[in-house]
């Protein structure tokens, strides 16, 4: 129904408030108080929780020991263990200890309705604290990060920022992040482009996330199939409380951030904010089915949540999975 929302309301504290989630988006030379506020504020709590089993984590998908994994497609034959195989009717492959370093990529979409935010903080904002907080725990222990940003202008390539190691490499990918201009209004790139460019752009296997908030059409999700039948890919959707339920707050013009067209409606007809309700359910459905097919794992983030609460409730609801599936396993 509508799938790029911005809400404009002729209220002067509404709009200050935008004001403010901009500001914060767009403050110059940043980067660096953005990753000490992280590691003071979550970076502590995550290292303590994952303890090292991050690879675990993020390439769980077919793990079952730590130097086992299922086969997937463009695996090396000769890794085959055919005495695991054999065992479990399933192919497994040895995986040797070089291949044990994480190469992780952050896919970052700034689309306009990625500078949207209702409770002062923007969905850009969210997705800067994201990537400060998960390249901060790989980068200690080593490991490369990379970005593919696409700045949503259909006149400019995608931006690349090759994957390196270290914190002056990290702080240079949230500088790009958060000193990007807003997109100019009527160029809708989507995601298709994006998951497209890494594809051609990452050759190695590796860990990808894709921030966005998905607001966009529905043509990338073969590209996504693909993407991730190749590489460990998690979707990291960027959601605001008005992107699911418009609260009754009257007469306001709902705006599509990508086309900038504009609709005049009444907030406190209850059945017009119903039919935005199902239309947005009906959004969410079709999305997780997307992320259901390809086999992608959904990491929710939350304007009116610390990012890190979030990514912690992930990596428990995770481990628990992954946990249980051993468990499995190992009854069969």
């Given at each position: ?99 044990r ?9 700034l ?32 490991n ?51 998951l ?43 959601v ?42 009906d ?6 089915r ?30 628990r ?12």
């Amino acid at each position: 129904m509508f799938k790029f929302l911005k809400l404009q309301q002729a209220n002067a504290h509404t709009e200050a408030q935008h004001s403010a989630a901009a500001a914060q988006t767009f403050a110059p030379n940043d980067a660096q108080a953005v990753l000490s506020r992280i590691e003071w504020v979550g970076a502590k709590r995550l290292d303590g929780l994952m303890q090292g089993n991050y690879q675990t984590l993020f390439r769980g998908a077919g793990l079952m020991l730590a130097d086992l994994r299922e086969y997937r497609p463009h695996d090396d034959v000769r890794h085959i263990d055919w005495n695991v195989t054999a065992r479990m009717q399933t192919p497994y492959v040895r995986e040797h200890e070089q291949d044990r370093d994480l190469t992780a990529w952050f896919l970052t979409d700034l689309s306009a309705s990625i500078d949207f935010g209702s409770q002062g903080v923007s969905k850009r904002a969210l997705m800067t604290d994201c990537v400060a907080l998960l390249g901060h725990i790989l980068q200690r222990r080593g490991n490369r990060i990379g970005a593919v940003i696409d700045h949503a202008d259909a006149l400019k390539n995608l931006e690349v920022l090759p994957s390196r190691s270290g914190r002056r490499h990290l702080l240079h990918i949230l500088s790009q992040l958060l000193s990007g201009a807003p997109p100019v209004q009527n160029t809708t790139s989507g995601l298709k482009r994006l998951l497209t460019g890494a594809q051609q752009v990452i050759k190695q296997r590796a860990t990808i996330f894709v921030l966005s908030d998905f607001l966009t059409e529905p043509d990338w999700v073969n590209t996504l199939l693909a993407l991730a039948s190749r590489h460990d890919v998690v979707a990291v959707r960027l959601v605001d409380p008005f992107d699911r339920e418009l609260p009754a707050m009257g007469m306001m013009t709902i705006r599509d951030t990508e086309t900038d067209q504009q609709v005049f409606v009444d907030t406190n007809d209850t059945g017009f904010r119903k039919r935005f309700a199902e239309a947005t359910q009906d959004h969410e459905e079709q999305l997780m089915r997307a992320f259901a097919q390809a086999g992608v794992d959904c990491l929710e983030l939350n304007t009116d949540h610390a990012v890190h609460e979030d990514l912690i409730n992930y990596i428990i609801q995770r481990q628990r999975f992954l946990r249980q599936r051993s468990k499995g396993r190992s009854h069969a």
